[in-house]
């Protein structure tokens, strides 16, 4: 089986590479990788960058990197090689006294150890019921605290929930003189209080503080225009389709409605009165 030093030269040399060229792609120094395919291994710095090295050089050549690192490590174990020899100890030797021998001991030593195990039983009894009398003594006595009674208060009743509140939108009833010819119907609802002043076909027909939750309606032939003093407040609907926002609210917008369809526009400021000379 080759090494691990002539797999990697033979690969490199089938592929026509110099060492330099590997230093460069696999940034090992050429000097380092000459020694790897020497088998040089204590050339390597030691542990782990040993093992890296080939495995760089074994992943750029195409080869089975953990392969190479193994047998790398196999190399640079110490002993690695030799075969390995079990040492047996060797057995004590005892000297077994006879069994007649072995009875008188036991006889004379029981004999013996007797009086001095009652002795030393009956002082362990005498020595634990002290100990028990004096824990005893120290012990205090039980205690009773009174604590007062608890005041348990009664449960709240719940707080009334408020009722709903139920938005109604309230029409007023349509004019006796509205024109049945009307093609243009015009509703006109606030969010809040909201100052409007309209004309239907040049005729002013309403001047209003228009409130909330309620609908005023203008019909006319040709043309609606409305004045407001609050724009954002107000919500207008044509022929049952919304307008939109005619501007934000507090500012003052001039709002015509035509079959043509919708405009908008900002009333010019009033000019400055001269002050009197």
Same mark, same amino acid.
């Given at each position: 089986?080759?090494?691990?030093?002539? =797999?990697?030269?033979? %690969?490199? &040399?089938?592929?026509?590479?110099?060492?330099?060229?590997?230093? !460069?792609?696999?940034?090992?120094?050429?000097?380092?990788?000459?020694?790897?395919?020497?088998?040089?291994?204590?050339?390597?710095?030691?542990?782990?960058?040993?093992?890296?090295?080939? !495995?760089?050089?074994?992943?750029?050549?195409? $080869?089975?990197?953990? %392969?190479? #690192?193994?047998?790398?490590?196999?190399?640079?174990?110490?002993? #690695?090689?030799?075969?390995?020899?079990?040492?047996?100890?060797?057995?004590?030797?005892?000297?077994?006294?006879?069994?007649?021998?072995?009875?008188?001991?036991?006889?004379?030593?029981?004999?013996?150890?007797?009086?001095?195990?009652?002795?030393?039983?009956?002082?362990?009894?005498?020595?634990?019921?002290?100990?028990?009398?004096?824990?005893?003594?120290?012990?205090?006595?039980?205690?009773?605290?009174?604590?007062? #009674?608890?005041?348990?208060?009664?449960?709240?009743?719940?707080?009334?929930?408020? #009722?709903? !509140? =139920?938005?109604?939108?309230?029409?007023?009833?349509?004019?006796?003189?509205?024109?049945?010819?009307?093609?243009?119907?015009?509703? &006109?609802?606030?969010?809040?209080? =909201?100052?409007?002043?309209?004309?239907?076909?040049?005729?002013?027909?309403?001047?209003?503080?228009?409130?909330?939750? $309620?609908?005023? =309606?203008?019909?006319?032939?040709? %043309?609606? !225009?409305?004045?407001?003093?609050?724009?954002?407040? &107000?919500?207008?609907?044509?022929?049952?389709?919304?307008?939109?926002?005619?501007?934000?609210?507090?500012?003052?917008?001039?709002?015509?409605?035509?079959?043509?369809?919708?405009?908008?526009?900002?009333?010019?400021?009033?000019?400055?009165?001269?002050?009197?000379?």
């Amino acid at each position: 089986m080759s090494s691990v030093g002539e =797999t990697l030269r033979t %690969e490199r &040399l089938s592929k026509k590479l110099s060492l330099d060229q590997v230093a !460069r792609e696999t940034k090992i120094n050429s000097h380092l990788l000459d020694a790897i395919e020497k088998n040089q291994f204590d050339q390597l710095p030691r542990g782990v960058f040993a093992k890296s090295f080939v !495995r760089q050089y074994a992943r750029f050549l195409g $080869l089975d990197e953990e %392969e190479m #690192a193994a047998e790398v490590q196999r190399a640079m174990e110490p002993g #690695a090689g030799l075969p390995g020899f079990a040492v047996m100890p060797a057995e004590p030797t005892y000297k077994v006294p006879k069994v007649t021998q072995w009875d008188g001991a036991g006889s004379r030593q029981s004999s013996s150890a007797l009086p001095s195990l009652a002795m030393l039983v009956v002082v362990m009894l005498v020595c634990s019921g002290i100990y028990a009398l004096w824990q005893r003594s120290r012990r205090p006595g039980p205690v009773t605290v009174a604590y007062p #009674a608890a005041k348990i208060a009664a449960p709240e009743s719940p707080a009334p929930t408020p #009722a709903a !509140r =139920t938005e109604v939108h309230t029409e007023e009833p349509p004019s006796e003189s509205a024109n049945p010819q009307a093609t243009l119907h015009a509703s &006109l609802t606030a969010d809040e209080p =909201t100052w409007v002043r309209a004309w239907a076909d040049g005729k002013e027909v309403m001047t209003a503080l228009l409130q909330p939750n $309620l609908i005023k =309606t203008v019909d006319a032939v040709g %043309e609606i !225009r409305l004045r407001t003093g609050n724009a954002g407040a &107000l919500q207008i609907t044509l022929n049952g389709k919304p307008v939109g926002s005619a501007g934000p609210k507090g500012q003052i917008r001039i709002v015509t409605l035509t079959p043509q369809g919708v405009q908008i526009l900002v009333p010019p400021k009033p000019e400055p009165v001269p002050e009197p000379l």
